[in-house]
Structure formats: C-alpha cells, structure tokens
C-alpha cells in the first residue's frame, strides 16, 4: 500500500473521554538484577571502523561494561478480567503512549482484542557497542529470552495479570532497531511469538559482535533466511517512509539501505507465501510520528486478524 503525501493522525489516536481507558503502570529494571543482559555501553564521541578486509564487519574498541537502567510500561486495559488469561503485545523502545491510546480506543470498538501492552525500554545507547545494539540487533533468540524469563515474570506478578502462552495471541512491535528486534523475537521464537509489526526495520547489517553464521546481520532476513528456510507461522507488518535512512554511518558495505530493506522483506515474504502488509509512505522519515499516528490503528487490526473477539 502506498500512503501519502500528507499523514493526518487516524481518529483511533485521540484520546476520547467516552471510552474506557486502561491503566499504565510503570516500573524500572537495573542491570544488577539480569542474568542474560549486565550491561554494556560504547563511550561517548566514539563509533567504530570499517574492518579494511570486510567492509561488512565493524570493528568496535570503545565499547565496555557498563550498568543500565531501563523503565517498563504495562498497559492493563479497562475491560480486562484481573487474573483472566490474556493476550498481549510486547513493544520496544517503551514507553509507548501511542500504542496505549489505539488500544484504549480499538478495544472499545471490538476491532482488537483485549490485551495486555508491555512496553520496554532500551538499556541505553544505539547502535554497534551499545546495549540497545545488542539487545536488538542480534540475530539470536537472546533477547526474547530475556523478555520471557526476566520481564513477563515481574509484569504478571506485580499487577494480577496472566499472560497466554498461545503464541498466537503474542505479538512483537517496534521501530528501527525496536522494529528488528520485534521480527529476530517471532523468526528464532515462533513457538512464543506469531504477530509482529515494525516501522522502518532495521534489516539492514547492524550486528555487533559480527557472526559470520549471519554475516550480514538483520539484512540476512532477506537475503538468505527468509528465502531459504521454511515459511514459519508468522505474520508480519511493515512500513517504511521515502525519505528514510541511507548509511547513516562510516560503513558503506551496501547493506544500510532502510528503504531498499523494507522493499525487500516485502519481495521475499511475498516469495514465501506469508501473510503480510507493507506500507510505503510517501513524505515520511525514519520511524517517522506521522506516519505512525495516520497507520496504527490499522496496522494494529490487521495484525490480530483471526483472534477471537469477545462480543
């Protein structure tokens, strides 16, 4: 789908004083209390250099350990049965207020279901070296193992909520990197996570420490893992805008594309047969907050196409 060139917000993403609206609760992680992630940061000015054999491999040197903090938001919808199992969506770079307005005004209208939003921030930083870099931008299924065993624990023990199991009622969202991540948590987890949504994915070579089983990092989604393995059981939406990233960094190994990323992942789902959406936005930058207020609500219904809804 093509939308543009000017992005009023969808009606969905005003707060209405008729509708039911949920409840955020918010909470703070440290890194002294993780197990998978004690924290790494890369030192202020400082980035990395192209390896001169592999323009493909960032060599990082600036990058140590380093303590964090991250906050977390739990959006508990008026409608929700306290201790009732329920679906729920996972988001990245929390918290997301957006995200907790569509539902609040999706759910009322019985276009999505009753669900629980965990949003979650990063653990600081961007990029190669950083902790949000390594966090989102592995290709691995560490970061979901985080979530399932570090986060979902707290959230369902602190506000009386009970999270299904059912993988398709679990689903991922998230932009640029919070984008790769969302998809990395579905393809190497399926059996956790089938519905993923992602502005402006980072499918582009942005691993750090580089893996030469996935030497391209995220870009490998379209290059080699979506077109030569099995399809999995995923649904997936997509948008990028026209004026997104291009090498936004010293690298230049042809896989920094954002745009001819998302373009891409469109061709090869396609390929594969997967049920998917891609949204190509006219007059819109990376992540860009006009994109994402006029696209949302839709983009959230379409994902939960097939759930039940309780009428």
């Known amino acids: 789908f093509i939308v543009g060139p000017t992005h009023a917000p969808a ?13 955020v609760y918010n909470f703070t992680m440290s890194s002294a209390d993780s197990r998978i992630y004690p924290g790494i940061a890369r030192e202020p000015g400082t ?13 990082v040197t600036t990058s140590h350990p380093a303590p964090y903090t991250r906050r977390v ?12 199992e329920a679906p729920f969506i996972v988001g990245a770079d929390g918290p997301d207020a957006m995200l907790f307005t569509a539902l609040d005004n999706l759910i009322a209208q019985k276009r999505v279901p009753v669900m629980i939003a965990i949003s979650i921030g990063n653990g ?10 390594l966090e989102y931008d592995t290709m691995s299924g560490v970061y979901a193992q985080f979530v399932e065993t570090e986060v979902l624990p707290l959230v369902e023990k602190q506000y009386n909520v009970r999270l299904t199991k059912n993988p398709d009622g679990r689903a991922t969202m998230g932009g640029s990197s919070g984008g790769s991540a969302a998809l990395i948590m579905a ?15 980072t499918t582009v070579n942005q691993q750090w420490p580089h893996n030469p089983e996935t ?17 999995k059981p ?9 004026r997104d990233l291009l090498n936004p960094n010293v690298m230049r190994d042809d896989m ?10 469109a061709h090869v789902l396609a390929e594969k047969g997967y049920a998917y959406q891609f949204s190509f936005v006219k007059n819109a930058g990376h992540t860009d907050r006009a994109m994402k207020q006029q696209t949302l609500p839709a983009a959230l219904e379409w994902l939960w196409r097939g759930y039940p809804i309780a009428r």
């Open 47 to 59: 980035f990395g250099t192209p390896d001169p054999t592999n323009p493909a491999r960032l060599i």
């Open 73 to 84: 938001a739990v959006y508990v919808p008026k409608q929700y049965v306290p201790a009732a």
């Open 215 to 231: 030497p391209g990092g995220a870009w490998e989604f379209h290059r080699t893992l979506i077109p030569n393995s099995p399809r």
């Open 11 to 23: 009606p969905e993403m005003v707060v209405r004083d008729d509708v039911p609206q949920g409840t």
């Open 256 to 265: 920094h594309d954002w745009v001819l990323a998302s373009q891409r992942m």
């Open 124 to 133: 600081s930083g961007d990029a190669q070296g950083s902790q949000r870099g």
């Open 234 to 242: 995923l649904r997936i939406w997509l948008a990028v805008g026209d």
């Open 187 to 201: 393809w190497y987890h399926p059996e956790l996570y089938r519905r993923v949504l992602a502005y402006s994915i």
